[in-house]
Structures are given as C-alpha cells and as structure tokens.
C-alpha cells in the first residue's frame, strides 16, 4: 500500500502560528520534502525534530516529483513543505500533487497559514466571491494583458506582489482599474511591522512613490461596480407582448403578463398601452 503526502503549511512570520497538527505531521512523516532545506531545518530545530529532508523547488518539480513519487508508491510517508505558507499556493507543491493524485497516492492537505486568507479577512473588503490571482508577470506587456483581462471583474481579486515591483503594479493597476478603486495592501502579516493600509490605487501610488516599500504585500482590490441591467421601456413591452402573441398565441392577457414578468414592468401600464395600439 501506498504512503500518504501531506502538504503542511508552515507560518507566514510568527511561529506562534505553529498548529499541533502540522508538527505531529512533521514528526511522523518518514521525510520532508522542503523547498529550501535550509529554511525548513530552523523550523525543524525549532521544532525540536530531526527528520531526512530531500528538496523539492520550483526548478526540479520534475526530477524530484518522480523521486519522491516512487518512495510514497513504496510505502513511505512526506511532508511537503515551503518557506512559509500553504505549499501548492504560488508555491512548489500543485505538480507533486497532481502526480500523487494521478497514480492514486492519497494526499492530505493540513490547513494552516496561507497570506491570502489572512489578507483578504483583515481587508475590508467584500470576502463573499473573489479571485486569487497570484503573482502577475515581471513582462509589462503580460503584467498588462492580465490586468485587463480583469476590468471587468465585479469579485475581490487578490494579488501577491515583491516590494521592489509595487510601484509599476499599482501604476498599471490604476491605468486598468481607475484611481479611485479601493485597495488594501496587506504589508508583513502576522509579523511585527504587521500593516493594512486600505486607500484607494492613486492614494497608494502617491503614498509608496515618496516612501518606497519595504517587507512581503498582499494587495486587495475591490471589484468593479455591478452593471446595471439595462432598463426595459413600455414600448420594448410592447414589442415582446406583441411576438409571444404571434409566436406562441397567447392570448393578450397572458402575453401582457408574461412580458412585465419578464422585463418588470407594471402589468396594468402594459395592458393600456397594449390595447390602445
Ligand atoms: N504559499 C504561500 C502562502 O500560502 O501564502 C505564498 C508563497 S509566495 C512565494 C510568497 C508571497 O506571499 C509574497 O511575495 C507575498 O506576496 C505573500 N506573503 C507571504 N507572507 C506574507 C506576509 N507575512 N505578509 C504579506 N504577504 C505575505
């Protein structure tokens, strides 16, 4: 029987943040597979704990992936880790799970620290539908084409983004989205220069402009307004009463009805006009 990987957030800056569960799952998993094993050794120190460590980072998801692939199908069991946060989020992680999935290793994910829930629940902002939307491109023609491909976007987006590319973001994120859209900017969560700065994109612009950022940023950005629906006028009432009367011959009562139903007219107004054509 196959073993079983587990995917074990680790804290995003406090290590208050460390869950009884994620460290019996350290401990008893047979390895860890770590993104940087020199990270996960001081939280294994920490810890207490002395495990074998084989790495698994973004440049040998591959070569790594089927090493650690064929040890689970033998029997053992892995703790995948990153530096901080959920593995598998803008992380190393989604491959190797989708390989255990694949040949039907069974994967437990522990919950834990992941930046973009601890951001989007201090923000301010709506929390009921949003999109992650990761880390956008260093390219500004790609970092642009993703930007616009969300105008239009009424849910909360959420974005990861390094200090030294803020700036040009938050520039072409008011270009795409307008000065006035609110933002919060989630700055060194759970650490001890923790900030959330909810302003708008222009405000933010000017603000990092005179101090330049410094620390790890989660950005939130409320959605764009819904679009109203176009509102229906009597004679477009008119006009649908008068083809359900001919395509499904109705009767004027009915078709009158069924057309303020559909476009929330009055249904009276409707009727008078309907027999005074
Ligand atoms: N897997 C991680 C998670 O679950 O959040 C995310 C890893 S991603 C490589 C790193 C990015 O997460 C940073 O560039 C920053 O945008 C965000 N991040 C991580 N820790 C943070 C913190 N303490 N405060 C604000 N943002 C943080």
């Known amino acids: 029987m196959s073993g079983t990987l587990y995917l074990v957030p680790t ?10 569960r994620m460290a019996d799952t350290l401990a008893q998993a047979d ?3 770590a993104e940087d094993t020199r990270v996960t050794m001081k939280l294994l120190n920490h810890l207490e704990l002395r495990k074998p460590m084989v790495s698994y980072y973004r440049h040998n998801t591959e070569h790594s992936g089927k090493a650690i692939l064929e040890r689970l199908l033998a029997g053992e069991s892995c703790a995948l880790v990153t530096d ?21 290793v069974p994967v437990v994910s522990v919950p834990g620290p992941c930046a973009l829930v601890t951001a989007l629940a201090a923000s301010g902002q709506p929390t009921g539908r949003f999109t992650f939307e990761g880390f956008l491109a260093m390219n500004k023609k790609n970092r642009r084409r993703h ?25 072409d994120m008011a270009e795409v989205f307008g000065p006035d859209r609110p933002i919060s900017l989630c700055r060194e969560l759970t650490k ?17 402009n005179q101090t330049p950022p410094k620390g790890e940023f989660v950005l939130v950005i409320r959605g764009a307004e819904p ?3 176009p509102v229906a006028t009597l004679d477009d009432g008119l006009e649908r009463v008068n083809r359900l009367r001919e395509q499904e011959g109705l009767s004027l009562r009915d078709a009158v009805k ?3 139903k559909e476009l929330g007219l009055s249904r009276n107004e409707l009727y008078q006009l309907a027999v005074e054509q």
């Open 258 to 260: 069924r057309a303020a």
């Open 147 to 171: 930007l616009e491909s969300l105008a239009g976007e009424e849910r909360t987006m959420i974005f990861y983004e390094a200090p030294h590319k803020l700036t040009a973001t938050l520039a």
């Open 31 to 33: 390895f860890i597979a």
């Open 227 to 229: 679009k109203e629906a």
């Open 84 to 104: 901080a946060g959920t593995p598998a989020i803008s992380d190393p992680g989604e491959e190797l799970v989708a390989l255990c999935a694949g040949h039907g």
């Open 11 to 20: 804290p995003i800056g406090n290590l208050g943040d460390i869950s009884r």
């Open 192 to 208: 001890l220069h923790e900030e959330v700065v909810r302003t708008t994109l222009g405000e933010a612009m000017e603000r990092y």
